[in-house]
């Protein structure tokens, strides 16, 4: 088959995914839709394991992992993690016990690579899946292949209608501890996610014009990573998002990159691929046998998250009820973190001044907290955590 009529076949999957997930806002997650309807046509022979390696697309997603996660540490300028401090350490705070609980609990269930397995997916999104499976791979732990695609492809069904619940209770002591005339002159902030305008670069604005040399850039930054990592060691993932990071912090880089260069579409497109081809192999009875290290890793790991929660509430004066949500963002990260804010806020308030004071208060710490676990702090564990197999 012509790649063209096979990359249409997988971009058609994750078209489906997406069109699940708008229409139950996020409740159905696109990953879950891709995963589970690859999987089942791998296993029928319907997608023939050959044909994702030779779609091309697979070597361009190999290529452009560094080049997005040193987009990822371009998306949310340091001045607004700075206003948000609360929102990161709390969610710090849960990650860590999260990891701790899971390394100590399920390595005295099962063993200490499952832990690994199930640690990095579970802190975060796709890129420190990517991080985990790989390093698996080729450390040679192909029997426990399937736990952190199965683990990374069920954690949003437990996240998310938690957050739902818990960030719903919080948004009535809002909406009842609220005068009207208080609310009516609220004013909504700008996004988290929304890029600075007056930054100025230390490169001419008349080059970064070019999406070319944007994405010229980001290259650049993600060939050093490799290249760092190949000489240190230590897992191009954490160089890859330590020149984002300082690279928008020195005016390197404009913020959200990628979207400046209009490239990250296809760049997703290819990276799910990327995590569509580590399906290859993994058999019905790996996942089958990989469902009860999974639900252990799961209930462990959100615990953790929990208590982490709890615990940073109580520290930064938070109620449980906002602190618990802001630290199960990792569960998921954006845009469902944004996604169930607005729906929270929509459902509570009993009219527009409210709805948008509700929005005001939680998006914020809710998308930093995405952002921390899932763009920076899972990418940090997974790749410490597979270091040590």
């Known amino acids: 088959m012509q790649p063209i009529y096979i990359v249409l076949l997988l971009v058609a999957i994750i078209a489906l995914g997406e069109v699940l997930s708008l229409s139950t806002r996020a409740k159905i997650p696109t990953l879950l839709v891709v995963i589970a309807t690859t999987f089942v046509l791998l296993?029928?022979?319907i997608l023939p394991e050959s044909y994702i390696e030779a779609s091309t697309f697979v070597a361009a997603g190999s290529v452009l992992v560094p080049v997005l996660i040193v987009h990822l540490g371009t998306l949310i300028p340091?001045?607004?993690?700075?206003?948000?401090?609360?929102?990161?350490?709390?969610?710090v705070i849960?990650?860590?016990?999260?990891?701790?609980?899971?390394l100590s609990l399920i390595t005295l269930f099962f063993d200490y690579s499952t832990a690994v397995a199930g640690a990095g997916p579970l802190t975060g999104g796709i890129i420190a899946y990517i991080v985990t499976s790989e390093g698996l791979t080729a450390a040679g732990y192909t029997s426990i292949a399937a736990i952190p695609v199965v683990v990374f492809a069920l954690q949003n069904?437990?996240?998310?209608?938690?957050?739902?619940?818990l960030l719903s209770k919080y948004a009535l002591s809002i909406r009842d501890s609220l005068a009207d005339e208080a609310v009516a002159t609220?004013?909504?902030?700008?996004?988290?996610?929304?890029?600075?305008?007056?930054k100025k670069l230390i490169i001419p604005a008349r080059f970064m014009q070019s999406h070319f040399f944007i994405l010229f850039l980001l290259f650049i930054g993600g060939a050093l990573a490799t290249w760092l990592g190949s000489i240190t060691g230590i897992n191009?993932?954490?160089?890859?998002?330590?020149?984002?990071?300082?690279?928008?912090?020195?005016?390197?880089y404009p913020d959200r990159a990628l979207d400046k260069s209009n490239s990250t579409g296809l760049a997703?497109?290819?990276?799910?691929?990327?995590?569509?081809?580590?399906?290859?192999?993994?058999?019905?009875?790996?996942?089958?046998?990989?469902?009860?290290?999974v639900i252990f890793i799961i209930v462990i790991g959100t615990t953790g998250l929990i208590i982490g929660g709890i615990i940073g509430g109580k520290i930064f004066?938070?109620?449980?009820?906002?602190?618990?949500?802001?630290?199960?963002?990792?569960?998921?990260?954006?845009?469902?973190?944004?996604?169930?804010?607005?729906?929270?806020?929509?459902?509570?308030?009993?009219?527009?001044?409210?709805?948008?004071?509700?929005?005001n208060e939680l998006v914020a710490p809710m998308l930093i907290g995405g952002f921390t676990s899932v763009t920076i702090g899972s990418i940090v564990i997974a790749s410490i955590l597979i270091g040590t197999l």
């Open 43 to 45: 296993q029928t022979g």
């Open 186 to 198: 609220t004013e909504q902030p700008d996004s988290p996610l929304a890029a600075d305008p007056d």
């Open 317 to 359: 004066k938070w109620k449980p009820t906002k602190s618990i949500p802001v630290v199960l963002t990792a569960l998921y990260g954006f845009p469902g973190d944004y996604l169930i804010v607005e729906e929270v806020s929509r459902s509570v308030g009993r009219n527009e001044a409210e709805q948008r004071r509700i929005m």
């Open 78 to 91: 340091l001045p607004v993690i700075k206003k948000q401090y609360q929102a990161v350490l709390i969610t």
């Open 94 to 102: 849960g990650l860590i016990i999260s990891v701790v609980t899971m």
């Open 157 to 165: 069904l437990v996240g998310m209608p938690l957050t739902s619940i």
């Open 236 to 252: 191009y993932s954490l160089w890859s998002l330590a020149i984002g990071v300082a690279g928008s912090a020195f005016r390197f």
């Open 268 to 293: 997703m497109v290819a990276l799910i691929i990327v995590v569509i081809n580590s399906l290859v192999g993994i058999t019905w009875d790996q996942v089958v046998s990989a469902l009860l290290p």
